[in-house]
């Protein structure tokens, strides 16, 4: 008797076994469609079985093996087995994440007919001679056999792009596959653009969940025949499957979008990690603001050890903070020594780095939120035919429409946050659930007809600019200005023909954008993450305006970068002014040791949300009661209610759980899964498990 074992998309923890008379172990991997229920379902055999904990009489017959592809090979069922293990989540969930929609519904996509892959890199001619530091970055890549993690930490415009073309060439020219990864979609094309131009012989492929399905499905299939040399991808990338893989790159590896928030909540930078690991090749980290999990890993020991006041480790060879494969041992001004630092110090083209300037707005009357520093810069590159940017991460005219009379403000009928002015189509827009509504004419409580928009976003500033500056050609770029590929492309090459004077963006602009004519950069309403309950609040301030000063000065043309600021003596800013990340990370990671916070500590956050923040609370009160006599090793902390509690309608709670041993926490979290459930539920009620959170 034959039988397969299939890892189904459902949320159930176990695998279920089918009978296949005509199954053998070339089928380990192959996709199957089986009865369940009153349904079919499309699953993958991961394994045979000589007999099953089901009687035979109770075990159904599979619907069909589908052999039209080549199996899915052990080393990418490893992985999704790695993320189910570590993740707390089904592996069938995990399987049917990590296919492209069109083939985990059992079909296949329409092949098109292309040349057989060339296995070798075609260099461009007339190559950027490399610095000194980029050739020694270059070298230690490709030098070293085996698995070894390096951290490229080069500051912006530093040319660490060209350092990992150089690399994926020499992986190319002996044959090799090469996968990397970049935080955004929409900085997929710009990279593609740029590697197809260096690599025109090699096939490089893309792998984002922008694209069509059908051609998700196919880069997927060449990736797995091995037909694939390149693949440039955003976090679902990391899960394609690359036989010759033999250097995994991760660009921007700090960004928080490596972190999945719905569903298999991963992080592809450390799944990408693991996965280097396990196939004992080099992966590279890249970032002029490396996230402070990786710095800490790419400092060198100190010693003697000091653990931590809620950290310390287990010896596990799976631990660590941020990746999965380092220890985090509490030691001052220390790090784990794991990772290789790789240093890019110096500007690959322009001169220097942008002078960053600090404006003081207490004692200010500003203009529509600008200073008189910010508005006189603007000018002076309006009169030098340069460009600028404004820099505003808060989209929309005004972030709540308000009536001072009565203190009405538009709040979400949905959510616990304001409905946002977007004056320029009459909408209030919900920027986390997407209701909207008109604009009303009066206020719905007392009929004031003079309500008032608090606050501003970059539609508000556009428009103040633009009657600032009659002569000068205003280009907004948020999520609603580029709400597609082609509006996006469309905004970037006005930008690069010199079509427009001055920029407003939002974080979109922050990374991997190379403007030659853009020689200011002006932050705005930065003030607010510095006080922020999160405690990766001043990381990511940090790392944002280090970033979209980045932006200033990367050609020939001198860059200079004004902060506005109620703060103008934090610590913070003044790293910034001295270009000093090393200065903030260590200070940063000081706090944190301190605190016992991550790096020094290993998290996980149960999260529920139901009808009313009660039915939340009780469920979470009650695993909590179910954890305590498993909780060895691990801090159980109260349930509390969500900073943001109600979204879409549905009122969230949450439980979080710490340990100062990465290890003790997954055994534990592996044991309490079991016991989650077992709980009984009201209906309606939803809950996950989110290990190593960025959310709060």
Not at 64 to 71: E, G, K
Not at 561 to 571: A, M, N, S
Not at 682 to 689: A, F
Request: glycine share 8%; proline share 7%.
């Amino acid at each position: 008797m034959n039988i397969v074992r299939v890892a189904l998309d459902v949320p159930l923890p176990r695998l279920f076994d089918y009978l296949a008379p005509d199954s053998d172990e070339s089928d380990i991997g192959r996709r199957v469609t089986v009865p369940f229920g009153t349904t079919a379902r499309t699953g993958v055999i991961v394994e045979l079985a000589a007999a099953s904990e089901q009687p035979d009489n109770k075990l159904k017959a599979v619907t069909a093996i589908l052999r039209d592809m080549p199996a899915l090979p052990a080393e990418w069922l490893a992985l999704c087995e790695f993320c189910a293990r570590y993740y707390q989540t089904p592996l069938g969930e995990v399987t049917s994440f990590a296919l492209p929609p069109m083939l985990r519904r059992g079909k296949l996509p329409r092949i098109k007919k292309s040349a057989a892959a060339v296995h070798a890199a075609v260099s461009a001619p007339d190559l950027p001679r490399l610095m000194a530091a980029q050739q020694a970055a270059v070298e230690a890549i490709l030098g070293t056999a085996g698995f070894h993690a390096l951290l490229l930490h080069g500051v912006t415009g530093s040319g660490k792009t060209e350092v990992y073309l150089r690399a994926i060439d020499a992986v190319l020219a002996r044959g090799g596959q090469a996968l990397m990864l970049v935080p955004e979609i929409a900085l997929t094309p710009q990279l593609e653009g740029r590697v197809a131009a260096r690599f025109p012989a090699a096939h490089i492929v893309c792998a984002n969940s922008g694209m069509a399905d059908a051609a998700r499905a196919r880069g997927f299939l060449e990736a797995l025949a091995g037909r694939a040399d390149i693949v440039l991808g955003t976090r679902l990338a990391v899960f394609m499957p690359l036989p010759r893989l033999q250097l995994i790159i991760v660009d921007e590896e700090h960004d928080a979008s490596f972190k999945q928030q719905e569903g298999l909540r991963y992080s592809a930078r450390d799944v990408a990690v693991w996965r280097a690991h396990q196939l004992d090749i080099p992966i590279v980290l890249g970032s002029a603001t490396p996230s402070l999990e990786t710095f800490h890993h790419a400092s060198p020991k100190s010693a003697p050890p000091v653990p931590p006041s809620r950290g310390g480790d287990s010896g596990s060879p799976l631990r660590g903070s941020g990746s999965l494969t380092g220890p985090a041992l509490g030691r001052p001004g220390g790090g784990t020594g794991r990772y290789q630092m790789l240093e890019l110090p110096e500007r690959a083209v322009a001169e220097a780095l942008p002078v960053v300037r600090i404006v003081d707005t207490r004692r200010e009357k500003l203009q529509e939120g600008l200073s008189a520093a910010l508005l006189k810069g603007l000018q002076l590159r309006l009169d030098r035919g340069e460009q600028s940017l404004v820099f505003l991460n808060r989209r929309g005219y005004a972030p709540v429409l308000a009536c001072p009379p009565c203190g009405w403000i538009s709040r979400c009928q949905r959510c616990a946050a304001n409905l946002v002015v977007h004056l320029a189509d009459q909408r209030l827009r919900c920027h986390h659930c997407g209701f909207e509504t008109g604009i009303p004419c009066a206020c719905p409580d007392c009929g004031n007809v003079d309500l008032l928009p608090f606050g501003r976003g970059t539609q508000r500033l556009e428009t103040m600019l633009a009657e600032r500056f009659p002569e000068a050609r205003v280009l907004r770029i948020d999520r609603d200005s580029a709400s597609t590929p082609k509006k996006w492309q469309t905004l970037l090459a006005t930008i690069h023909a010199g079509e427009a004077d001055i920029l407003v963006g939002t974080q979109m602009l922050a990374k991997g954008h190379d403007f030659p004519l853009l020689t200011l950069v002006g932050a705005v309403g930065a003030d607010a993450a510095l006080f922020a309950a999160d405690f990766r609040a001043p990381e990511r301030l940090f790392a944002q305006l280090m970033q979209v000063g980045g932006r200033s000065g990367r050609a020939e043309l001198p860059g200079e970068v004004l902060i506005q600021t109620e703060y103008p003596d934090h610590p913070l800013y003044q790293a910034l002014v001295d270009h000093d990340y090393v200065r903030f990370a260590r200070s940063q990671l000081d706090e944190r040791r301190i605190a016992g916070f991550p790096p020094f500590s290993f998290q996980a956050m149960l999260r529920a949300e139901a009808r009313s923040i009660e039915q939340s609370l009780v469920f979470l009160s009650a695993a909590r009661g179910a954890a305590e006599a498993l909780a060895d090793g691990v801090t159980l902390y109260d349930p509390i209610p969500m900073r943001m509690q109600r979204l879409m309608t549905l009122e969230r709670g949450q439980l979080l759980v710490e340990s100062v041993s990465r290890p003790a926490l997954q055994a534990f979290l592996a044991k309490w899964m079991d016991k989650l459930y077992a709980l009984k539920m009201p209906g309606g009620l939803r809950w996950h498990l989110d290990v190593d959170p960025l959310e709060f």
